[in-house]
């Protein structure tokens, strides 16, 4: 890359971390008094050039045609005296960067724009206007900041402000206890994954010294330490490991999902933008940043694909027989987030992030759909509550259907190609993980297509008192972007895969290198040039028959027999009970940790009130005492001072005179 | 002494006429419709600091006598007077119209003393420095505001300080009975306490006038056993005018330790190691304890504020380039401290400045009750401002304590104490997290309790700005540390001309090889 691509780089890089956060403190400083209800616009101008930002970055990449196209460029020493270094406020730029960022911006921007209209009633702004969009932009901010950061330290600091971020929004509405409690839920859970991260983080600079990426990376595949000697298989893995624990939390994932259905209470474009598209992402992405550390252990790669899997699986069960839209949506945000880890885990980086990228879409695009449904039913999201919306909301059905079909890997739609990829390359390495991806991929289908019937079709039903109204252009313009967004983004993976080529130099020398399946591959190279129909088809043609199957059963089940979904609940009340109730995850968790928590709690606060109290009392009843004493001996105050600062010096010298 | 020499002291200038303006324009003030006692010293103040600005760094110049200018001295005018900006404005409203002419130039007159100290070469001249530090203060707290308290609080400040000044005194005489000199650059010499050198090792008359040194200057930066008259100083004082004592009597006090053990070239006994040990680790736990005890605000941060000597104690046991690592410099980190401390604690006190109403004084912690409610932005300036004091991320707090101890962790295994310092930094990390108990406290009561009697908060825009100033500048100095960080580090190299380090050099040769240098007895 030449210097001036670097500059351009380095200058978009501050701007896509600065305009979002003067946007976030404009937003919070002037919109009390000042903006009122144009609080939005700061927000909305800061993303949007971040957006412009990631566009220009985004093409500048595109443009480098030969040398390396990773940039490692220094903004400035944070901390830093007389010539040393110690950490330093770096940006990685490179494909994935790149991806990554358009993502998150992109959608920004759309959710911002969207939120104009959500967060008012009647035109009014709602209570906290502009903290919501000094929140939500604070959020691109930090979340830019994870993505671009070039060095651990970074990533750790960008990992916990977007949780903080996620905390504040999902606590939004914190004058319901509901919203309180689960954006408590989500901070805790989170607390447990980032404790295993900061470990690991805290390792990697005790094995490496240093917690720049490149030169981590490097070390890591030359197997060395720091101090150069061999890296041990035990060492690394349990760095992978630990790192995988930071994923499970922030991407929901086995066993610290049940932070994000909880996280619903938020509104809705929170959901759609942090819960969905962008921060339940950063594990996969931090996963496929670390690739050196992950591939270097082919045990925690094993991990990683199993609980993906088992993720993707789980999710979707329950997801079954939920009834509240935003919850259904989660729990697929859950089990889609599954296939991504289950990508990685199966040293298909590259796939991962394409259905990261097309997810994107259509999982914002059915976040906000759903909002607009809540936003007309005056806050009521139960399925059970309303139906046949088909035309009272005619653009918005439309749109969530599009979401849905791409989210049910509808064939052509862009759902379908990347989650065909994953799959495919699922059935490579582990053939039980694929089939257990081809069963999800079925059921996805069924209970998206369950939820659009169960709401847009069948007679029209809606809750008393409430005046069901289309939503405004400000908040269908974002739907109809996206719409085209969940149609087409998947064609770039296909017809010569320009995504594929464009990631490529990212995981060259990691996942690429390190996959066992493409070893063996290399083998049959020739029968690789020239596959036959049904090896190059066949996968494709049958995940699109179990996307149309399912589609067809919800159809079959919601719409004409309606009677049979009651049928076999009747017959299995325990499956359903255990699905609806989510495998009893919750109660386990708070019968096994969180009630022996708060008895533990409960104790030591007895024994601060009596125990420490009474201590307390005793330590200051001396100096108190001797006070007492001092004072019976002094007839005032100020001399008793002078008195003892004498004696304490005179007793000091003569100390260190004849010690 | 040419002209020329005198330029170099442009900022020291202006604030010695600026005072003398201020006086004359405070003396006039009964005719005036528009009170200008205040910008006017603003104005002085800002001066000062673009002459700082335009003079540049020292490079050890000494053509005036009795001063030392060096990048120490560079140093300490930028944080002084950018620190003292920010305390005229906290104090902008603070006494009676008729008064303010006098405050506002004893402020002056104090941040002159901080000036001089740093630039002081010279026994006699140190000790006048100090006192021009001090004795400004003691009228500073009489008059901030018109209560018996204030001047109860005045007279006890100014009779302890007078004791602490009649042993500094005697301290520094000793010091030239055994050296020879009052030039602080020879004193070293005239000592020969560069055991290493010339073998001798230090007289018992230095050791005394080292501790009696040490003893004044103990109190001018509050540590155990010479803090006890801090929490009743602070409770009688304004809240505004206690913001700044927090501040330059302690900066001072640690120059002129600085310089002492410069002038000792950080060679000194075991038992004085063993002493400072103490001293500082005491008052730490001391500070902490009593602040965590405490429900009036300004005395929790008055004994908050003995706590953080403690902590700048154990960087100045360090010493400069003492061990390894980029963090080795401990006078760096102590001025890197100083001056951060400096900004939070005048921010906490300016946050109870906003807060009050009318007349009424918020001192407890029934007072600020809730008080995020009614001042919102004062509240989170004062949040900001507590988590520094705290020593969380993202605010400065958290940098200062990484330095402080980072440099204490970085002492190298040649250093025959490093055990013990390491310990000691130990001790500080479990204050710091005693300390996070009270000073959430404050966090959790602003936000978390209902108000007891709500009321429109009546205070004035400066103090306002000097919060909004304080509290931006940590998290800013969060960001963005390095050029003050770099800059502390450049202010200390005239101190370390000579590899330094605590040579374990005892009155007796023998006794020296009696006790391992690695001992943890403090018996020693």
């Given at each position: 890359?030449?210097?001036?691509?670097?500059?351009?780089?380095?200058?978009c890089?501050?701007v896509?971390?600065?305009?979002?956060?003067?946007?976030?403190?404009?937003?919070?400083?002037l919109?009390?008094?000042?903006?009122?209800?144009h609080?939005?616009?700061?927000?909305i101008?800061?993303?949007g050039?971040?957006?412009?930002?990631?566009?220009?970055?985004?093409?500048q990449?595109?443009g480098?045609?030969?040398?390396?196209?990773?940039?490692?460029?220094?903004?400035?020493?944070?901390?830093?005296?007389?010539?040393?270094?110690?950490?330093?406020?770096?940006?990685?730029i490179?494909?994935?960067?790149?991806?990554?960022?358009l993502t998150v911006?992109?959608?920004?921007?759309?959710?911002?724009?969207?939120?104009?209209?959500?967060?008012?009633?009647?035109?009014?702004?709602?209570?906290?206007?502009?903290?919501?969009?000094?929140?939500?932009?604070l959020?691109?901010?930090?979340m830019?900041?994870l993505?671009?950061?070039?060095?651990?330290?970074?990533?750790?600091?960008?990992w916990?402000?977007?949780g903080?971020?996620?905390?504040?929004?999902?606590?939004?509405?914190?004058?319901?206890?509901?919203?309180?409690?689960?954006?408590?839920?989500?901070?805790?859970?989170?607390?447990?994954?980032?404790?295993?991260?900061?470990?690991?983080?805290?390792?990697?600079?005790?094995?490496?010294?240093?917690?720049?990426?490149?030169?981590v990376?490097?070390?890591?595949?030359q197997?060395?330490?720091?101090?150069?000697q061999?890296?041990?298989?035990?060492?690394i893995t349990?760095?992978?490991?630990?790192l995988?624990?930071g994923?499970c939390?922030?991407?929901?994932?086995l066993?610290?999902?049940?932070?994000?259905?909880?996280?619903m209470e938020?509104?809705?474009?929170v959901?759609?933008?942090?819960?969905?598209?962008?921060?339940?992402?950063?594990?996969?992405y931090?996963?496929?940043?670390?690739?050196?550390i992950?591939t270097?252990?082919?045990?925690?790669?094993t991990?990683?694909a199993?609980i993906?899997?088992?993720?993707?699986?789980?999710?979707?069960?329950?997801?079954l027989?939920?009834?509240?839209?935003?919850?259904?949506?989660?729990?697929?945000?859950?089990?889609?987030?599954?296939?991504?880890?289950?990508?990685?885990?199966?040293?298909?980086?590259?796939s991962?992030?394409?259905?990261?990228?097309?997810h994107?879409?259509?999982?914002?695009?059915?976040?906000l759909?759903?909002?607009?449904v809540?936003?007309?039913?005056?806050?009521?999201?139960?399925?059970?509550?309303?139906?046949?919306?088909k035309?009272i909301?005619?653009?918005?059905?439309?749109t969530?259907?599009?979401?849905?079909?791409?989210?049910?890997?509808?064939p052509?739609?862009?759902?379908?190609?990347?989650k065909?990829?994953?799959?495919h390359?699922?059935?490579q390495a582990h053939?039980?993980?694929?089939?257990?991806g081809?069963?999800t991929?079925?059921?996805?289908?069924?209970?998206?297509?369950?939820?659009?019937?169960?709401?847009?079709a069948?007679?029209?039903?809606?809750?008393?008192?409430?005046?069901a109204?289309e939503s405004?252009k400000?908040?269908?313009a974002?739907?109809?972007?996206?719409?085209?967004?969940?149609?087409?983004?998947?064609?770039?993976?296909?017809?010569?895969?320009?995504?594929?080529t464009f990631l490529?130099p990212?995981?060259?020398h990691?996942?690429t290198?390190?996959?066992?399946?493409?070893h063996g591959?290399?083998?049959?190279?020739?029968?690789?040039?020239?596959?036959s129909?049904w090896a190059?088809y066949?996968?494709?043609i049958l995940?699109?028959a179990?996307?149309?199957i399912g589609?067809?059963?919800?159809?079959v089940?919601?719409?004409?027999?309606?009677?049979i979904?009651?049928?076999?609940?009747?017959?299995?009340?325990?499956?359903?009970?255990?699905?609806?109730?989510?495998?009893?995850?919750?109660?386990?968790y708070?019968?096994?940790?969180?009630?022996?928590?708060?008895?533990?709690?409960?104790?030591?606060?007895?024994?601060?009130?009596?125990?420490?109290?009474?201590?307390?009392?005793?330590?200051t009843a001396i100096?108190?005492?001797f006070?007492?004493?001092?004072?019976?001996?002094?007839?005032?105050?100020?001399?008793g001072?002078?008195?003892?600062?004498?004696?304490g010096?005179?007793?000091?010298v003569?100390?260190?005179?004849?010690? | 002494m040419?002209?020329?020499?005198l330029?170099?002291?442009?900022?020291?200038?202006?604030?010695?006429?600026?005072?003398?303006?201020?006086?004359?324009?405070?003396?006039?003030?009964?005719s005036?419709?528009?009170?200008?006692?205040?910008p006017?010293?603003?104005?002085?103040v800002?001066?000062?600091?673009?002459a700082?600005?335009?003079?540049?760094?020292p490079?050890?110049?000494t053509?005036?006598?009795?001063?030392?200018?060096t990048?120490?001295?560079?140093?300490?005018?930028?944080?002084?007077?950018?620190?003292?900006?920010?305390?005229?404005?906290?104090?902008?409203?603070?006494p009676?119209?008729?008064?303010?002419?006098?405050?506002?130039?004893?402020?002056?007159?104090?941040?002159?003393?901080?000036?001089?100290?740093?630039s002081?070469?010279?026994?006699?001249?140190?000790?006048?420095?100090?006192?021009?530090?001090?004795?400004?203060?003691?009228?500073?707290?009489?008059?901030?505001?018109?209560?018996?308290?204030?001047?109860?609080?005045?007279?006890?400040?100014?009779?302890?300080?007078?004791?602490?000044?009649?042993?500094l005194?005697?301290?520094?005489s000793f010091?030239?009975?055994?050296?020879?000199?009052?030039?602080?650059?020879?004193v070293?010499?005239?000592?020969?306490?560069?055991?290493?050198?010339?073998?001798?090792?230090?007289?018992?008359?230095?050791?005394?006038g080292?501790?009696?040194?040490?003893?004044g200057?103990?109190?001018?930066?509050?540590?155990v056993?010479?803090?006890?008259?801090?929490?009743?100083?602070?409770?009688?004082?304004?809240?505004?005018?206690?913001?700044?004592?927090?501040?330059v009597?302690?900066?001072?006090?640690?120059i002129?330790?600085i310089?002492?053990?410069?002038?000792?070239?950080?060679?000194?006994p075991q038992?004085?190691?063993?002493?400072?040990?103490?001293?500082?680790?005491v008052?730490?736990?001391?500070?902490?304890t009593?602040?965590?005890?405490?429900?009036?605000?300004?005395?929790?941060?008055?004994y908050?504020?003995?706590?953080?000597?403690g902590?700048?104690?154990?960087?100045?046991?360090?010493g400069?380039?003492a061990?390894?690592?980029?963090?080795?410099?401990g006078v760096?980190?102590?001025l890197?401290?100083?001056?951060?401390?400096?900004?939070?604690?005048?921010?906490?006190?300016?946050?109870?400045?906003?807060?009050k109403?009318?007349?009424?004084?918020v001192?407890t912690?029934?007072?600020?009750?809730?008080?995020?409610?009614?001042?919102?932005?004062?509240?989170?300036?004062?949040?900001?401002?507590?988590?520094?004091?705290?020593?969380?991320?993202?605010?400065?707090?958290?940098?200062?304590?990484?330095?402080?101890?980072?440099?204490?962790?970085?002492?190298?295994?040649?250093h025959?104490?490093?055990?013990?310092?390491?310990?000691l930094a130990?001790?500080?990390?479990?204050?710091?997290?005693?300390?996070?108990?009270?000073?959430?406290?404050i966090?959790?009561?602003?936000?978390?309790?209902?108000?007891?009697?709500?009321?429109?908060?009546?205070?004035?825009?400066?103090?306002?700005?000097?919060?909004?100033?304080?509290?931006?500048?940590?998290l800013i100095?969060?960001?963005w540390?390095?050029?003050?960080?770099?800059?502390?580090?450049?202010?200390?190299?005239?101190?370390?001309?000579?590899?330094t380090?605590?040579?374990?050099?005892s009155?007796d040769?023998?006794?020296?090889?009696d006790?391992?240098?690695d001992?943890f007895?403090?018996?020693?």
């Amino acid at each position: 890359m030449t210097p001036e691509t670097l500059d351009t780089l380095k200058l978009c890089g501050i701007v896509i971390l600065l305009a979002p956060l003067a946007g976030a403190i404009l937003a919070g400083a002037l919109g009390p008094r000042l903006l009122r209800s144009h609080a939005h616009w700061p927000a909305i101008l800061g993303v949007g050039a971040a957006f412009a930002g990631a566009v220009v970055i985004f093409t500048q990449m595109r443009g480098v045609t030969e040398g390396a196209t990773t940039a490692l460029l220094p903004v400035y020493d944070w901390i830093s005296i007389g010539t040393n270094s110690i950490f330093r406020v770096e940006f990685l730029i490179d494909p994935l960067t790149s991806v990554m960022l358009l993502t998150v911006t992109g959608v920004s921007l759309l959710v911002v724009i969207y939120s104009r209209d959500y967060m008012r009633e009647h035109d009014h702004p709602e209570r906290g206007y502009e903290r919501f969009f000094a929140f939500l932009a604070l959020f691109v901010f930090s979340m830019c900041a994870l993505v671009l950061g070039g060095n651990f330290l970074l990533l750790y600091l960008g990992w916990e402000a977007v949780g903080l971020c996620s905390y504040l929004l999902i606590g939004f509405y914190y004058g319901r206890p509901a919203a309180a409690a689960a954006a408590k839920k989500a901070f805790l859970v989170n607390r447990v994954g980032d404790f295993g991260f900061g470990l690991g983080i805290f390792l990697i600079y005790l094995t490496f010294g240093t917690l720049e990426y490149g030169a981590v990376f490097e070390l890591v595949q030359q197997g060395l330490t720091g101090t150069g000697q061999a890296l041990s298989d035990g060492r690394i893995t349990t760095i992978a490991l630990l790192l995988l624990c930071g994923a499970c939390g922030k991407s929901a994932q086995l066993p610290l999902h049940v932070w994000l259905p909880d996280a619903m209470e938020g509104p809705s474009p929170v959901s759609a933008l942090i819960h969905a598209a962008t921060m339940v992402t950063a594990g996969v992405y931090m996963i496929a940043r670390c690739g050196a550390i992950f591939t270097a252990s082919a045990t925690a790669m094993t991990v990683v694909a199993v609980i993906g899997s088992v993720t993707a699986l789980f999710a979707a069960t329950i997801a079954l027989t939920q009834t509240d839209m935003k919850r259904i949506l989660a729990y697929s945000t859950i089990s889609q987030l599954g296939y991504m880890v289950l990508g990685v885990g199966v040293y298909a980086a590259d796939s991962a992030v394409f259905h990261l990228f097309t997810h994107a879409f259509f999982k914002a695009l059915l976040f906000l759909g759903a909002g607009s449904v809540m936003h007309a039913m005056g806050g009521i999201i139960d399925v059970r509550q309303f139906g046949g919306l088909k035309r009272i909301l005619p653009w918005t059905f439309r749109t969530f259907v599009i979401g849905s079909l791409a989210l049910a890997g509808f064939p052509l739609l862009s759902g379908f190609f990347s989650k065909d990829e994953i799959i495919h390359h699922a059935l490579q390495a582990h053939p039980i993980l694929g089939i257990m991806g081809l069963v999800t991929a079925l059921l996805t289908a069924f209970y998206t297509f369950r939820m659009v019937f169960l709401a847009f079709a069948g007679p029209e039903r809606i809750p008393e008192g409430v005046h069901a109204h289309e939503s405004g252009k400000w908040m269908l313009a974002p739907l109809f972007v996206l719409s085209i967004g969940a149609i087409g983004a998947g064609y770039l993976g296909v017809a010569g895969k320009p995504f594929h080529t464009f990631l490529a130099p990212v995981f060259e020398h990691t996942f690429t290198a390190a996959n066992p399946a493409a070893h063996g591959a290399a083998h049959g190279a020739a029968e690789a040039a020239h596959p036959s129909f049904w090896a190059h088809y066949g996968l494709m043609i049958l995940s699109g028959a179990l996307s149309i199957i399912g589609i067809a059963a919800a159809y079959v089940l919601y719409v004409q027999q309606n009677w049979i979904p009651g049928l076999v609940k009747a017959t299995f009340p325990r499956v359903h009970k255990m699905f609806h109730n989510k495998y009893f995850v919750d109660e386990i968790y708070d019968a096994g940790l969180v009630s022996p928590a708060r008895n533990a709690g409960r104790v030591c606060v007895g024994l601060d009130d009596y125990l420490i109290d009474g201590l307390v009392w005793l330590a200051t009843a001396i100096p108190r005492a001797f006070g007492y004493l001092v004072r019976t001996f002094q007839s005032g105050l100020l001399q008793g001072y002078g008195l003892s600062m004498v004696a304490g010096i005179a007793v000091v010298v003569v100390w260190v005179l004849w010690a | 002494m040419t002209l020329d020499a005198l330029t170099q002291l442009g900022p020291e200038f202006m604030l010695l006429i600026g005072a003398c303006i201020v006086l004359i324009v405070g003396a006039t003030a009964a005719s005036q419709r528009v009170q200008w006692a205040s910008p006017v010293a603003l104005v002085v103040v800002l001066l000062a600091i673009l002459a700082t600005w335009r003079l540049g760094v020292p490079e050890g110049d000494t053509s005036i006598p009795g001063l030392w200018l060096t990048p120490l001295t560079y140093y300490v005018r930028w944080i002084t007077l950018g620190i003292g900006a920010l305390v005229i404005l906290a104090n902008w409203h603070q006494p009676s119209e008729s008064e303010r002419g006098e405050y506002m130039a004893m402020i002056l007159f104090s941040l002159l003393g901080v000036l001089l100290t740093a630039s002081a070469n010279d026994l006699v001249v140190l000790f006048f420095t100090i006192e021009l530090v001090s004795i400004p203060t003691y009228v500073l707290i009489a008059l901030s505001r018109q209560d018996a308290r204030a001047a109860e609080s005045s007279v006890k400040y100014f009779f302890l300080g007078a004791m602490s000044a009649a042993i500094l005194a005697y301290g520094l005489s000793f010091l030239y009975g055994a050296a020879g000199t009052t030039t602080i650059q020879t004193v070293g010499s005239g000592l020969s306490v560069a055991g290493h050198v010339t073998g001798a090792p230090v007289s018992s008359t230095a050791l005394v006038g080292w501790l009696l040194i040490f003893a004044g200057l103990a109190f001018k930066v509050a540590a155990v056993p010479l803090h006890v008259y801090v929490a009743d100083v602070y409770e009688g004082a304004a809240s505004p005018i206690t913001g700044m004592l927090g501040f330059v009597p302690k900066l001072a006090g640690f120059i002129a330790l600085i310089k002492i053990f410069a002038a000792f070239d950080w060679t000194l006994p075991q038992s004085v190691f063993w002493l400072v040990w103490i001293v500082a680790a005491v008052t730490m736990t001391v500070g902490n304890t009593l602040a965590l005890i405490q429900r009036n605000v300004k005395r929790m941060l008055a004994y908050s504020s003995v706590a953080h000597t403690g902590y700048m104690l154990v960087a100045l046991l360090v010493g400069p380039v003492a061990g390894e690592g980029p963090m080795r410099d401990g006078v760096a980190a102590l001025l890197f401290y100083v001056a951060i401390y400096g900004t939070m604690n005048l921010g906490a006190f300016a946050a109870l400045t906003a807060f009050k109403t009318g007349q009424r004084a918020v001192e407890t912690l029934d007072d600020i009750a809730g008080l995020a409610a009614r001042a919102p932005i004062a509240a989170l300036g004062l949040a900001v401002c507590a988590f520094s004091l705290m020593g969380f991320p993202p605010t400065a707090g958290f940098l200062g304590k990484l330095y402080v101890f980072g440099s204490a962790f970085s002492l190298g295994e040649s250093h025959p104490f490093h055990q013990a310092v390491i310990a000691l930094a130990i001790i500080g990390v479990i204050n710091s997290a005693i300390g996070a108990a009270y000073y959430l406290r404050i966090v959790s009561t602003i936000y978390v309790r209902a108000e007891d009697a709500p009321a429109a908060p009546a205070s004035g825009r400066p103090v306002r700005w000097c919060l909004a100033v304080c509290s931006i500048a940590m998290l800013i100095l969060f960001a963005w540390p390095s050029q003050l960080a770099s800059q502390a580090r450049s202010a200390t190299v005239a101190l370390h001309a000579t590899p330094t380090r605590y040579h374990a050099v005892s009155e007796d040769p023998d006794a020296a090889n009696d006790t391992s240098p690695d001992d943890f007895d403090p018996g020693h």
